[in-house]
């Protein structure tokens, strides 16, 4: 079946532009997350949505990154006013969000950003 | 605060010996426990989970991993590496009292190389 998906898979954007990424997750999966990989930092939290209910945004590094998801299924994560430390791996993963024995998260294959 | 210690950034085992890829954490309740793996260029894909069942959890491609409260430990094992098993390993953590689904904390991460 299919997988979470990302859009676009590659991005080059100059500092001081905006860009939007894509998730895609699988059909069926209430919980939506977004993860930040990069050299210096590893695998970071970034968002997270379950349901209807409110995102736990604990994990946005500024006011310059938000994510929003629509209708329940896709998601947009938008980084505003983009700086070369933006330049990363932004990961998106689903899980049925169904309890503990549904817990696990399903990773799409990533948006490698790089801001010049 | 959760946090999770892979020591070291780099394994080199010979094709055919044991695999043993260490995790430690640090949590105040006993967390749910996650091992990650990553190819080249692709998303992360779960190997498997410890969610306060069995201690000793078997997941896919041979690999296993024993938590072990008293140590803090949730260490990845495989009897005989093969080739295929070279990609970086990620041990990850998240609070229960956080919910069943709720975010992932990663390890830096340890590249596993296998020699022929």
């Known amino acids: 079946g299919a997988g979470v998906s990302q859009s676009p898979s590659n991005k080059v954007t100059e500092k001081g532009k905006d860009v939007e990424l894509r998730c895609d997750p699988i059909?069926?999966?209430?919980?939506l997350y977004w993860y930040r990989q990069s050299l210096g930092q590893g695998l970071e939290f970034l968002i997270y949505?379950?349901?209807?209910?409110?995102?736990?945004k604990s994990g946005l590094p500024s006011d310059r990154f938000s994510a929003e998801r629509t209708g329940g299924s896709v998601s947009t994560l938008t980084i505003q006013r983009t700086q070369q430390e933006d330049s990363a791996v932004y990961l998106c993963?689903?899980?049925?969000?169904?309890?503990?024995?549904?817990?696990?998260?399903?990773f799409g294959p990533g948006t490698r950003l790089t801001v010049l | 605060a959760q946090s999770v210690t892979q020591l070291g950034s780099h394994v080199s085992v010979s094709e055919g010996a044991l695999v043993l890829l260490r995790c430690n954490y640090s949590?105040?309740?006993?967390?749910?426990l996650f091992w990650y793996v990553q190819y080249p260029n692709q998303g992360l894909q779960l190997l498997l989970k410890?969610?306060?069942?069995?201690?000793l959890v078997k997941g896919i491609n041979g690999f296993e991993a024993e938590f072990k409260k008293s140590e803090t430990s949730f260490h990845l094992t495989k009897p005989s590496a093969h080739m295929s098993d070279a990609a970086e390993y990620f041990c990850a953590v998240s609070d229960p009292l956080d919910g069943a689904n709720s975010k992932l904390t990663f390890g830096k991460g340890i590249t596993l190389s296998v020699r022929p």
């Open positions: 949505f379950q349901g209807n209910s409110a995102p736990d």
């Open positions: 059909s069926g999966h209430t919980a």
């Open positions: 949590s105040s309740v006993p967390p749910y």
């Open positions: 410890y969610t306060s069942a069995a201690t």
């Open positions: 993963a689903s899980s049925l969000g169904a309890g503990v024995a549904y817990n696990e998260q399903f």
